[in-house]
C-alpha cells in the first residue's frame, strides 16, 4: 500500500466506528477537514516558531486539554468563533456544526488519529492524495448524494491535458465542487514545466479561481487545494469563494475548465402569505448572455463564454440537451458556433459518472475577437460512446482509454488532424444546416441496434437497464418537485 492509502484507510476505518451514530462519510470528511486544519496550523506554528494562526483558546491545544462534555461544548465553541473570522479560517469553518455527538468518540477521533501524525511533514503529495482518495470513497457512497461533485479523475486529466495550461495563465472552474479540475491543472503545471520561484509563487496565489455554490462544498475544496499546496491565509489569497457563479461576471481567464450541476432547471423557492413554499423555475436574465433560460447547463456555457478572455480556451462537460434542445439552446449553439471557435466535442461513455444513465459530452471551444465571419469553421467529433460499456466498479473508465482521444485532439498542433473511424469533422455550413443546429451526430453502428449482432452480456444490458431507470426516476422526482 502506498503511504497516501495508508492513510486513507486509518482515516476511513474510523469512519465506520462513528457510522454507528448515524453519521454520513460526507459529515465525517466534514469534521476531519476541520479537525486537521486545526492540527496542521499548530504544527506550522511550531515549525517556524511563530504564534499559531489560531487565536489563542481555539487552537488545537485547546481541545487536547479537554475531555468529556467539556470536550464536546468548546469545540461546538471553537466551530462557530473560527466561522466568523475572515480569510481562509472563515471560509473552512463559515456555518460549521459538530456532528459527532458522543465525545468519547471525538476524543479518538482527537488524540488517537488526527495528533499521531506529523501533517506537516508529510508531502504535499501523500496528504493531497489522502485527502482526494476521502473525497472519492465519499463520492462513491451514492446514497449521500455526493457523486454529482465528482467528475472522473481521469477524464479531467485528460481535459487538461489537450487543454495544455501554460505557467502565468490564469484557470478557472465556476462550479468548482471539490477542485478536481484546479489541481489536475495544477499537477499539469508542475509537472510539465520548469517552475521559477516567481512561478511556483503565482502557482500557490494568484492562478487558480474556484467558483461554488454550497458552502460546506467550498471548504472541503479549499481544504482540498491547501492540502495541495494553493492558497494561503490572507483574504486575497483565496482560491475558492462562495456564491452564484451565474449572478453576474467574476472576471476574466485565460483557461476555464468545468463540469456544471447536472440538474435541469435553475429554480427558486417562493413562500406565500400562509407559509406555503413551492419551487418555480428561475430564468435567468444578463445583458451579456445570447438567450434568457432557467436551463442551468445553457445558462453555464454562456456563463463560461463571457468570462473567457480573448482567445482564451474553454473544456465544459455538458449533457446531451445542450446539444439538441431548441429554442434558447438554438440560439445559444448558432452564436457560439459564429463568436467563438467550437473546435472539438468528446463524445462520453455512459456509466462513468455517479449519477447514473446521464449521457454527456465535453465541449472545446476558443473564444475570439468580434468578427463577421464565423469563427468556427470545422468541430471535431470524437465518439467514445458508442459500443463502449463502462461501470462504476467492475469496468472502470481508465486514463488509457482517452489515449486515442489525446492523440487524434493533437493539443500541439490541431490543424494537422485526421479522421479516424471514431474522429470526424464537420463543417459550419453542415452544421448550421442542421435542424435546430442540432450537434447530437452520431455515425457509427450500434452494435446492440444490429438485428444480427450479438447482444451485449447480460450483465451490460442489467446495468444499463438499471442506469436507464434511475435517470428515468430522477426526471420523475424532478417533475414532482416542479409540479408541488
Known amino acids: 500500500m502506498t503511504a497516501p492509502q495508508q492513510l486513507v484507510q486509518k482515516l476511513w476505518n474510523y469512519c465506520n466506528v462513528l457510522r454507528d451514530d448515524g453519521l454520513s462519510y460526507g459529515d465525517y470528511v466534514e469534521q476531519l477537514t476541520f479537525l486537521l486544519f486545526l492540527k496542521m496550523a499548530e504544527e506550522q506554528a511550531q515549525l517556524h516558531k511563530k504564534p499559531s494562526s489560531m487565536p489563542k483558546g481555539y487552537d488545537w491545544p485547546s481541545l487536547l486539554a479537554k475531555d468529556g462534555d467539556e470536550l464536546e461544548a468548546h469545540y461546538r465553541h471553537v466551530l462557530d468563533t473560527l466561522g466568523k473570522k475572515p480569510g481562509m479560517l472563515g471560509l473552512i469553518f463559515r456555518k460549521a456544526q459538530n456532528k459527532i455527538q458522543d465525545p468519547a468518540k471525538l476524543r479518538r477521533l482527537i488524540v488517537d488519529l ?14 493531497g492524495d489522502a485527502y482526494e482518495g476521502l473525497l472519492q470513497k465519499n463520492a462513491e457512497d451514492v446514497k449521500g448524494g455526493a457523486g454529482q461533485y465528482f467528475t472522473p479523475r481521469v477524464l479531467i486529466a485528460a481535459m487538461v491535458e489537450v ?22 491543472a495544477h499537477d499539469y503545471l508542475a509537472k510539465h514545466h520548469k517552475l521559477d520561484r516567481a512561478q511556483k509563487k503565482q502557482l500557490k496565489a ?3 479561481y474556484g467558483i461554488e455554490l454550497v458552502d460546506s462544498v467550498t471548504r472541503l475544496c479549499a481544504m482540498n487545494l491547501l492540502l495541495h499546496g494553493i492558497g494561503g491565509e490572507s483574504e486575497e489569497d483565496l482560491p475558492v469563494t462562495t456564491k452564484d457563479a451565474l449572478a453576474g461576471k467574476h472576471g476574466e481567464y485565460e483557461v476555464v475548465l468545468a463540469n456544471p450541476p447536472f440538474g435541469k432547471k435553475s429554480s427558486v423557492t417562493i413562500v406565500n402569505e400562509a407559509g406555503e413554499s413551492s419551487k418555480e423555475s428561475l430564468v435567468i436574465n444578463r445583458d451579456d448572455f445570447w438567450a434568457s433560460t432557467s436551463n442551468k447547463q445553457l445558462n453555464f456555457l454562456q456563463h463560461i463564454f463571457t ?29 457560439l458556433l459564429k463568436q467563438a471557435d467550437v473546435h472539438t466535442l468528446l463524445r462520453l461513455p455512459t456509466g462513468i459518472f455517479y449519477a447514473q444513465g446521464v449521457k454527456a ?19 471535431w467529433i470524437y465518439d467514445l460512446r458508442t459500443n463502449q460499456h463502462f461501470t ?4 472502470t473508465l481508465k486514463r488509457s482509454d482517452l489515449d486515442d482521444f489525446v492523440k487524434c485532439y493533437r493539443p500541439k498542433n490541431r490543424h494537422e488532424r485526421k479522421e479516424t473511424e471514431r474522429f470526424k469533422a464537420f463543417g459550419y455550413d453542415e452544421l448550421t444546416k442542421r435542424d435546430k443546429v442540432n450537434l447530437d451526430i452520431f455515425w457509427l453502428k450500434d452494435d446492440a441496434l444490429e438485428e444480427s449482432a450479438n447482444l451485449p452480456a447480460p450483465e451490460v444490458i442489467a446495468q444499463e437497464i438499471a442506469e436507464d431507470l434511475e435517470a428515468a426516476l430522477e426526471q420523475f422526482s424532478t417533475i414532482a418537485e416542479d409540479l408541488k
Open 114 to 127: 488526527i495528533d499521531k501524525e506529523q501533517w506537516s511533514s508529510l508531502s504535499a503529495d501523500v496528504k
Open 163 to 184: 487543454v495544455a495550461p501554460q505557467p502565468g495563465e490564469t484557470i478557472c472552474d465556476p462550479a468548482c465542487g471539490t477542485g478536481g479540475f484546479l489541481l489536475a
Open 206 to 208: 494568484g492562478t487558480f
Open 307 to 335: 468570462i473567457l478572455k480573448q482567445h482564451g480556451r474553454a473544456a465544459v462537460v455538458l449533457p446531451d440537451n445542450v446539444l439538441f434542445e431548441g429554442g434558447a439552446g438554438e440560439t445559444i449553439r448558432r452564436e
Open 361 to 379: 459530452n465535453v465541449l472545446f471551444f476558443d473564444r475570439k475577437p468580434a468578427q463577421e465571419k464565423p469563427w468556427t469553421q470545422k468541430l
Open 392 to 395: 462504476l466498479k467492475e469496468n
